[in-house]
């Protein structure tokens, strides 16, 4: 049996694996010189240092290392936490707020705090200590630390966690429903602030009214400093904060998007440094976000009318006392220069309007008014789970083209998400500077920007003239390459404007490189698509009137967890899937979920396959165990609507693909298959063994019903279209006698389209890892190497530098479709992302345990590769894959981290011939050889560094 990328076979493989290999790790690692282990990455909630938690239990995490880096098979044994109230106490080794003792256990994450309860502002000062595999003790780490936020400590509602659950009224009709909500206030003292007289004006490229932003602001006195402060903040609407004449932080339109009926998120932030003793000033800008703004083709005030402020300042001296400024009726509100703020239509900037000094002491305030207090939502307030929005990366133009007089077309040679920042001089006052944005151009050398459909993406700057001027947005953004400009009193330079890409601060976790200059600019397209995409929430697309978190965002899961650190991410969006559902047992299309569209298959399927890959790829159980209810429920929702176990409940098919003949009801029940499969594996984890085993039992049935339904004799799933085979293939409908043959028949349907690409949406990310496990890495090769229509190097050909939402976005002669107008992103994941098999089938990096505990190790040399190296950043470290070949000379190097073990495919024409760090691998120090299978020499291998060479066959070479 081929080890597969599906997650049933990795955990059936574990099992087979687990007992030989411990076994085996005893022998080849036996009691010998001591060598320490030490603590690293010390992180709480995935984070590090965090602030304003609401968790009450938060889970904290390390990474172990050896302090002998040449030492292989070293591994935790037991670990100790002290957490303290002080970093005194934390020093003396006194764990006052919860000291676990020594604890027997290799595990490195997800360890829930369980000491002594924790208040609103605690800080929490905490280190570890570990025992290596020989049971010597390290010294204890460098101290970390996570602060408690406003927390939610009604214990009618602790105690039944309904911060978590979709318990909240729903919106109906366009309006909200009364709610009681005192007890979602927790500890904020703050109130809900704003002003609801603001100017309007009428857009003239869209025709809709926006009203100005709302500034607030408020003077304080401090007698002394503090010895901390910290300032939190949330918003109906987007905030940008501030204090003593500074922007606080540099995170972009807070909170982000939820839906507001139910909940919103709070960030906190240090402000001690910003502080000084006497006269004081905070103050904060408030936009209309997706609360007030424009929502999809939905149009404005979906979720209200009235944004809406609510911040506090905590001040605690040395010695221990406490002070709140908090948003209440005593601050005063204005409008300034911001006339618009859309996410989709743009901003409008009079600079004429400017207030300086607004955020400091000594303005004069007299125009501006008492604020209004309350606010029509009340939903829960909790901390911000996930990485902020931020800027993280500028370009320069890499030419201006002037297609019509006055108007300046600037090209900034990669298609982005964010702004264009503009610097000019001179301006006559009042001038207007206009800039919109596209992803590519019209034959005439104009911005192509028809496929924008409603969304202006039009930003407005009016200049106050003479100098130099500087702005850029404070509340929109907008998916870019081109940005078209009218009212520039001369021609722009190359530091006219500067593009500003902006989107969820995740940390990378991978790197990629190979000898193929295509695969390579396939990597970095689809690395740049989902940074575009990551916004808070997995969007489809950042430019048209859409930018929804369409549930399809699974399929891009995997190729986002190889790239980037996204188990917080993930973890947000999975609170969103939740509070969108629609009924009972109905999990959303989209989530945040404004339509309110039913449910369908590939989609609504995130109820089960967003927890699935939190656990497989970081071994976190909080989220299922924390909504198990709702993944039964979306279990029996399957349930209730199959037909003898075949799925009959909504499907767009394989949407886009090529080959549309695949039934609709094919992919309905083979996504029912998976979610069984994902669930049972998840119950067993969860320790709910009888859920577990009825959870395979239905797999079983549906199994049996799709064979019967879809799979012929001959091999032939459903229409014989590519969808149909990856679906079966991947989600093991097949026997194990079936394999080859259904194998077989993917490899002819891809040949008789001379090896292109015929999926589309939901079955595309898996076609190459498919390929991989049944020995088709050859086919993967040249579908990558393709640079005809349809295939991802017609694109790349055609000067993409990000994804695009159908194989045909384009012509061929590079003039954009507009047979296409309606729903043709530029920027769009989901047919390239098989990106992960880059890392999977090249690299050959795997998890073969939950967390990626045990790695597999399998790379598949081919497509005329000469060499190809990256690595992931797994929870326990960096796994590193680089492998060269000349000839018929194999070189593999590898890293696997402390605290994990390895199961090494080697391919080889024999197993005697292969060497590791020049000598018999059979006799290598920590090396222990299994068997030969599918062309390579098989080992198991402990953490450490590692060198295999072979000799290929010919047939991988």
């Known amino acids: 049996m081929n080890i597969n990328s599906n997650g049933k076979f990795r955990f059936i493989r574990m099992l087979q694996y687990q007992h030989s290999l411990c076994l085996a790790l005893l022998v080849l690692f036996p009691v010998s010189t001591p060598a320490a282990l030490y603590s690293t990455h010390l992180m709480c909630e995935a984070m590090s240092d965090p602030l304003g938690l609401t968790e009450h239990g938060p ?36 764990g006052d707020l919860w000291d676990t003792g020594k604890v027997a256990t290799n595990r490195t994450s997800q360890i829930a705090y369980a000491g002594t309860a924790l208040s609103t502002g605690q800080t929490c000062y905490w280190h570890v200590r570990v025992w290596d595999r020989r049971r010597h003790r390290s010294a204890w780490s460098a101290p970390a630390f996570w602060t408690m936020g406003l927390l939610i400590t009604n214990q009618t509602v602790a105690a ?10 729903a919106k109906g009709g366009g309006t909200v429903a009364p709610l009681i909500t005192n007890a979602w206030v927790g500890d904020w003292a703050g109130r809900w602030i704003g002003r609801d007289d603001a100017p309007a004006i009428t ?12 500034y607030l602001r408020k003077d304080f006195n401090l007698s002394q400093l503090p010895a901390r402060a910290t300032l939190y903040v949330t918003a109906l609407g987007v905030v940008e904060p501030h204090l003593n004449g500074a922007r606080v932080g540099n995170d972009y339109l807070v909170p982000g998007w939820t839906d507001y009926h139910k909940r919103v998120y709070c960030r906190a932030y240090d402000v001690t440094t910003n502080l000084h003793v006497g006269a004081n000033t905070i103050g904060a800008i408030l936009g209309d976000g997706w609360f007030r703004g424009n929502i999809s083709i939905l149009g404005q005030n979906f979720y209200g009318t009235r944004t809406r402020l609510r911040a506090e300042l905590h001040l605690q001296s040395a010695a221990g006392a406490s002070q709140i400024i908090a948003s209440d009726d005593s601050w005063t509100a204005g409008f300034g220069p911001i006339q618009q703020s859309d996410i989709q239509s743009g901003e409008q900037y009079d600079a004429r309007l400017q207030m300086t000094g607004w955020d400091r002491h000594g303005f004069s305030s007299a125009s501006w008014a008492p604020v209004t207090t309350g606010a029509k939502v009340s939903p829960v307030i909790t901390a911000a789970p996930a990485e902020p929005v931020q800027a993280e990366q500028t370009f320069t133009p890499v030419s201006i083209t002037q297609p019509k007089p006055g108007l300046y077309v600037i090209n900034f040679g990669q298609n982005i998400a964010g702004w264009a920042q503009l610097t000019v001089s001179n301006q006559p006052a009042g001038s207007k500077i206009v800039m919109r944005f596209g992803e590519w151009l019209n034959p005439d050398g104009t911005v192509y920007r028809a496929n924008l459909r409603s969304a202006a993406a039009t930003d407005t700057y009016i200049c106050k003239g003479g100098g130099v001027e500087t702005w850029q947005p404070h509340f929109t953004y907008h998916g870019f390459q081109y940005l078209e400009v009218r009212g520039l009193a001369q021609a722009p330079a190359t530091n006219t404007f500067t593009a500003v890409a902006v989107h969820s601060a995740l940390p990378e976790a991978g790197s990629f490189q190979c000898s193929n200059d295509l695969i390579n600019h396939f990597y970095t397209n689809m690395l740049w698509t989902m940074r575009n995409n990551f916004f808070n929430l997995p969007t489809d697309c950042p430019q048209r009137d859409e930018r929804m978190g369409w549930c399809d965002g699974i399929e891009n899961m995997r190729s986002g967890m190889f790239a980037f650190q996204m188990q917080n991410f993930y973890s947000k969006w999975y609170q969103d899937d939740v509070d969108g559902k629609l009924d009972a047992t109905t999990f959303p299309q989209m989530a945040p979920s404004p339509h309110g569209f039913g449910f369908v298959s590939g989609w609504a399927d995130s109820g089960v396959f967003i927890p699935y890959y939190l656990y497989e790829i970081y071994g976190n159980t909080r989220i299922a165990g924390r909504f198990y209810a709702d993944m039964q429920s979306h279990l029996k929702h399957y349930a209730d609507t199959a037909v003898n176990y075949i799925g009959q409940s909504g499907s767009y098919g394989d949407w886009l693909a090529t080959d549309a003949s695949t039934p609709t009801n094919l992919v309905s029940t083979a996504f029912y298959a998976g979610c069984a499969s994902h669930l049972a594996d998840l119950a067993q984890a969860l320790g709910k063994t009888n859920d577990a085993a009825a959870y395979r039992t239905l797999f079983t049935n549906i199994f049996n019903a799709f064979q019967k339904a879809y799979v012929s004799a001959d091999g032939t799933v459903g229409s014989g279209s590519q969808s149909g085979y990856v679906l079966a293939l991947h989600f093991n409908l097949v026997t194990a006698a079936q394999r080859p043959l259904v194998a077989a028949r993917l490899a002819a349907a891809i ?41 991802w190097g017609y694109w790349i050909h055609l000067g993409a530098t990000t994804m695009w939402e159908h194989w045909n976005s384009v012509n061929a002669d590079g003039s954009p479709n507009t047979n296409l107008v309606t729903m043709n992103s530029f920027d769009h994941s989901n ?10 089938g090249i690299l050959g990096i795997e998890p073969l345990q939950p967390g990626f505990q045990q790695i597999l190790i399998r790379p598949q040399p081919g497509g005329g590769l000469t060499w190809a190296r990256g690595y992931y950043d797994s929870i326990h470290g960096r796994i590193l894959s680089r492998w060269r070949r000349v000839g018929d000379k194999f070189d593999l190097e590898l890293t696997i981290p402390v605290n994990a073990t390895a199961i090494v495919f080697v391919p080889s024409r024999d197993a005697t011939g292969v060497t590791e760090s020049g000598r018999s691998a059979a006799r290598a120090k920590g090396v222990k050889f299994l068997r030969r299978q599918d062309n390579s020499a098989v080992y198991a291998i402990g953490s450490g560094t590692y060198r295999f060479q072979s000799t290929l066959l010919e047939s991988v070479k």
């Open 59 to 94: 889970r904290l995490s390390w990474q172990d290392a050896a302090a002998n880096a040449n030492e292989r098979g070293q591994y935790q044994s037991a670990y100790q936490i002290q957490v303290a109230s002080s970093l005194q106490r934390l020093s003396k080794g006194q």
């Open 160 to 169: 039944a966690n309904l911060q978590h659950n979709s318990v909240l009224p």
């Open 203 to 214: 857009n003239q490229y869209d025709g809709k009214i926006y009203h100005a932003a709302t």
């Open 751 to 791: 040949r008789a389209r001379n090896g292109h690409v015929s999926t589309g949406m939901v079955t595309t990310h898996w076609l190459l890892p498919v390929l991989g496990s049944v020995g088709g890495s050859d086919l993967a090769y040249q579908m990558l190497e393709k640079t005809d229509y349809p295939s």
């Open 831 to 840: 047919l390239g992302a098989c990106f992960e098999w880059l890392y999977s």
